[in-house]
């Protein structure tokens, strides 16, 4: 079954750090470019980094990078890996749902951004206390 499954968010202070992970099955994940976005309480969702398949680059918003970090792991398991999204330094605007998602055109847009994704996971909540 193809599928992504985030897990990893919650409440975290001010500062803080937390460790999303986006367990992918079902597909050879690393012929694919696959990455985060979030999406803030009345707000559009934007893209937040992403890791491709060519030569494993990495792509982040302005708004995470220097804080923020994507990583894949190394398991021998084509058809599931785990991609991370190691977020340090949380702010008050960094809340929302993230998403794990898997597309193509992952290019900045603003100070996020943008891609075509054709697959979503359901996402998980990160809360920022202050």
């Known amino acids: 079954q193809v599928q992504l499954v985030e897990s990893g968010g919650g409440l975290v202070q001010t500062g803080g750090s937390l460790r999303l992970s986006c367990e992918a099955s079902g597909f050879e994940v690393d012929m694919y470019d696959i990455g985060w976005f979030r999406q803030a309480p009345g707000k559009s969702r934007e893209g937040v980094a992403c890791?491709?398949?060519?030569?494993?680059?990495?792509?982040?918003?302005?708004f995470a990078e220097g804080r923020f970090a994507i990583s894949r792991d190394s398991s021998s398991d084509i058809m599931k890996k785990t991609v991370y999204l190691e977020m340090n330094a949380l702010k008050q605007e960094d809340p929302g749902v993230y998403f794990c998602?898997?597309?193509?055109?992952?290019?900045?847009?603003?100070?996020?951004?943008?891609?075509?994704?054709?697959?979503w996971g359901k996402g998980t909540q990160v809360t920022v206390g202050s």
């Open positions: 890791i491709r398949a060519r030569y494993g680059v990495k792509l982040y918003a302005e």
């Open positions: 998602a898997v597309g193509a055109a992952w290019v900045p847009r603003g100070n996020s951004l943008t891609a075509s994704i054709d697959l």
